[in-house]
């Protein structure tokens, strides 16, 4: 059983790591395309923007997983108030809601 600093240090170390992608996806797309390769940078870019897209949902996850810990509710699932199983918070710890509520 990890403890909730574990889980936190987790959460962090995450979060620092999905921010720093973020920003070298945004430096790749700001960087300027090379005439006559318009439509591979194009694809290249819009795969890009994907990732992006889902890192940032995860980061917002992992805000609200730290918030939950620093008001004393983290494990409890945001829907039932039921404990979230610990092997579901090893898997996600960034989860808000338990196995039942997810499905």
């Known amino acids: 059983m990890k403890s909730i600093e574990e889980r936190k240090e987790r959460l962090t170390a995450r979060l620092e790591y999905l921010n720093a ?3 070298r ?3 790749e797309l700001d960087e300027p395309v090379e005439r006559g ?3 591979i940078e194009r694809e290249d ?3 890009l923007e994907d990732l992006g897209a889902s890192g940032l949902q995860e980061i ?3 805000e609200a997983a730290l918030d939950r810990i620093e008001q004393g509710t983290f494990g409890a699932c945001v829907i039932c108030g039921e404990a979230i199983a610990e092997a579901r918070l090893d898997a996600l710890p960034q989860t808000p809601v ?3 509520c997810a499905t």
């Open 60 to 62: 917002r996850m992992i």
């Open 98 to 100: 338990c196995r039942d």
């Open 21 to 23: 992608r973020l920003h």
């Open 37 to 39: 390769e318009e439509s």
């Open 45 to 47: 870019d819009e795969v």
């Open 25 to 27: 996806i945004d430096q």
